[in-house]
């Protein structure tokens, strides 16, 4: 049994409390704001799975319509998959305490998954459309506007990895995006939140976790191996993974290798000097001693297979 917290310590993590909060109001602030994810008058569908993220998505939506200088409505959104054992009485009574406008959509994906996929094989794949098509359609019904999903940072850098790996393709999630059929406006508030303070946060608000038991079963899949591999590089470089969610939103297409993204075929030296053309030959334009930890960190990356 933990011992009573003192006042001291109940005062500072109260500060660390409101420190964590007036974080991540701020980088949802700040996503939304960079990528004009929410207008005057839009209907916000936010997509509560009952994981943590999906949460705290909420928490801070609920937070900045308060506070915002326009008005926008929210709605949540559940799609019950039919999961054997899945609590469905969590979040309705969840919701109904915190007095948000809500629905929960009925869908037996479980069983169309479970037949199709076959046993021990990805089922994420299928599911995720499955998914995205109910979401869509429920969308409409309700007349959302927007529909904001849970992914943060990590989910983007992760998607990176994953896209350059398995898929030979530079690729992740944007923050903001039109949907499938071409009707809906996709967002993702957490995009500049970090999964560790969305797991403290969690911890701290207390939130009725419900595990997804689908994925769950699966402990080999890519995306853990990548989060994993990440979570790493993170602990031994600090700043790496930032720096590559940075970069994200800094390409240089002259750069890298796409025909269809720059003219290739079409450039001529024209005389005029380029501050982007070729520095290959030139010195890192960063420290020695960050070179050297690159190296070494590229010689000891993990084979994922």
Same mark, same amino acid.
């Given at each position: 049994?933990?011992a009573p917290l003192?006042?001291?310590?109940?005062?500072r993590?109260?500060f660390?409390?409101?420190?964590?909060?007036?974080?991540?109001?701020?980088?949802?602030?700040?996503?939304?704001?960079?990528y004009?994810?929410?207008?005057?008058?839009?209907?916000?569908?936010?997509?509560?799975?009952?994981g943590?993220?999906?949460?705290a998505?909420?928490?801070?939506?609920?937070?900045?319509?308060?506070?915002?200088?326009?008005?926008?409505?929210i709605?949540?959104?559940n799609?019950?998959?039919?999961?054997?054992?899945?609590?469905?009485? !969590?979040? *309705?009574?969840?919701?109904?305490e915190?007095?948000?406008a809500?629905?929960i959509?009925? +869908?037996?994906? #479980?069983? @169309?998954?479970?037949?199709?996929?076959?046993e021990?094989?990805?089922t994420?794949?299928?599911?995720?459309?499955?998914?995205r098509?109910?979401?869509?359609?429920?969308?409409?019904?309700l007349?959302?506007?927007?529909?904001a999903l849970g992914?943060?940072?990590?989910?983007i850098?992760?998607?990176?990895?994953?896209?350059l790996?398995?898929?030979?393709?530079?690729?992740?999630?944007?923050?903001?995006?039109?949907?499938d059929?071409?009707?809906?406006?996709? !967002?993702? *508030?957490?995009?500049y939140?970090?999964?560790?303070?969305?797991?403290?946060?969690?911890? +701290?608000?207390? #939130?009725? @976790?419900?595990?997804?038991?689908?994925?769950?079963?699966?402990?080999?899949?890519?995306?853990?191996?990548v989060?994993e591999?990440?979570?790493?590089w993170?602990k031994?470089?600090p700043?790496?993974?930032?720096?590559l969610?940075?970069?994200?939103?800094?390409?240089v297409?002259s750069?890298?290798?796409?025909?269809?993204l720059?003219?290739?075929?079409?450039?001529v030296?024209?005389?005029?000097?380029n501050?982007?053309?070729?520095?290959?030959?030139?010195?890192?334009?960063?420290?020695a001693a960050?070179s050297?930890?690159?190296?070494?960190?590229?010689?000891?990356?993990?084979?994922?297979?």
């Amino acid at each position: 049994m933990n011992a009573p917290l003192t006042a001291r310590q109940a005062r500072r993590e109260v500060f660390e409390s409101n420190k964590l909060a007036k974080r991540l109001r701020r980088e949802v602030g700040q996503a939304i704001a960079d990528y004009a994810m929410i207008e005057a008058g839009d209907k916000v569908m936010v997509c509560l799975s009952g994981g943590k993220d999906s949460y705290a998505m909420l928490d801070v939506l609920l937070y900045l319509r308060e506070h915002a200088p326009i008005e926008f409505e929210i709605i949540a959104v559940n799609l019950d998959q039919k999961q054997p054992g899945f609590p469905a009485h !969590i979040l *309705p009574a969840y919701l109904t305490e915190l007095g948000v406008a809500f629905h929960i959509e009925d +869908q037996d994906t #479980y069983s @169309i998954v479970k037949r199709v996929i076959p046993e021990g094989k990805t089922t994420c794949s299928l599911c995720s459309r499955l998914r995205r098509g109910v979401l869509y359609r429920v969308a409409s019904e309700l007349g959302a506007t927007k529909i904001a999903l849970g992914h943060h940072r990590d989910d983007i850098v992760q998607t990176l990895f994953l896209n350059l790996f398995f898929g030979s393709k530079l690729k992740t999630m944007p923050p903001k995006l039109v949907s499938d059929d071409g009707r809906h406006i996709v !967002i993702r *508030p957490l995009a500049y939140c970090r999964e560790t303070d969305l797991e403290l946060w969690a911890t +701290q608000r207390q #939130y009725p @976790i419900i595990p997804c038991d689908l994925c769950g079963s699966q402990p080999n899949l890519q995306r853990q191996q990548v989060k994993e591999m990440l979570r790493d590089w993170d602990k031994r470089y600090p700043g790496r993974v930032n720096n590559l969610f940075r970069g994200l939103a800094n390409v240089v297409p002259s750069h890298l290798l796409d025909t269809d993204l720059y003219d290739f075929r079409g450039l001529v030296a024209d005389g005029v000097a380029n501050p982007d053309g070729d520095l290959g030959f030139d010195p890192p334009s960063f420290p020695a001693a960050v070179s050297e930890n690159v190296l070494q960190s590229l010689q000891a990356l993990p084979v994922i297979n």
